[in-house]
């Protein structure tokens, strides 16, 4: 069962930037661990980046680390993955994950999850 949203995916240009925002109406995620994962078409699915609850940013994927960023809006419920210089190995779909223990590499060390959201980068 899906409690959290992701959007702001979309189609984008290499080299373009996409927002992406993970939310819900269900509980404060500003006490949880938000993790983002994404998964390619015939890919198994891979953590890229999470934000723990008290603010650390912990990479798990190495092409993540100089292009990509998260931020967490209290006010509106709202963590969100910044993604710069995208490159078509960013197309999947992206999910977002939320624990209120512990930021983790496996989405299995998550309690909520959301559907996805599309991102494909092409010309």
Same mark, same amino acid.
């Given at each position: 069962? &899906?409690?959290? $949203?992701?959007?702001?995916?979309?189609? $984008?240009?290499?080299?373009?930037?996409?927002?992406?925002?993970?939310?819900? &109406?269900?509980?404060?995620?500003?006490?949880?661990?938000?993790?983002?994962?994404?998964? @390619?078409?015939?890919?198994?699915?891979?953590?890229? $980046?999470?934000?723990?609850?008290?603010?650390?940013?912990?990479?798990?994927?190495?092409? @993540?680390?100089?292009?990509?960023?998260?931020?967490? #809006?209290? @006010?509106?419920?709202?963590?969100?993955?910044?993604? *710069?210089?995208?490159?078509?190995? #960013?197309?999947?779909?992206?999910?977002?994950?939320?624990?209120?223990? *512990?930021?983790? *590499? #496996?989405?299995?060390?998550? *309690?909520?999850?959301?559907?996805?959201?599309? $991102?494909?980068? &092409?010309?």
């Amino acid at each position: 069962q &899906s409690q959290l $949203v992701e959007s702001g995916g979309g189609l $984008v240009q290499p080299g373009g930037s996409l927002l992406l925002s993970c939310g819900t &109406s269900e509980f404060t995620l500003e006490h949880y661990a938000i993790g983002w994962f994404r998964q @390619a078409p015939g890919k198994e699915r891979e953590g890229i $980046v999470c934000l723990s609850s008290y603010g650390k940013i912990t990479y798990y994927a190495d092409s @993540a680390k100089d292009r990509f960023t998260m931020s967490r #809006d209290s @006010a509106k419920h709202t963590v969100y993955l910044h993604m *710069n210089s995208l490159t078509p190995e #960013d197309t999947a779909r992206y999910y977002c994950a939320a624990s209120p223990i *512990n930021c983790d *590499n #496996d989405q299995e060390g998550y *309690n909520y999850y959301g559907q996805g959201t599309q $991102v494909t980068v &092409s010309s």
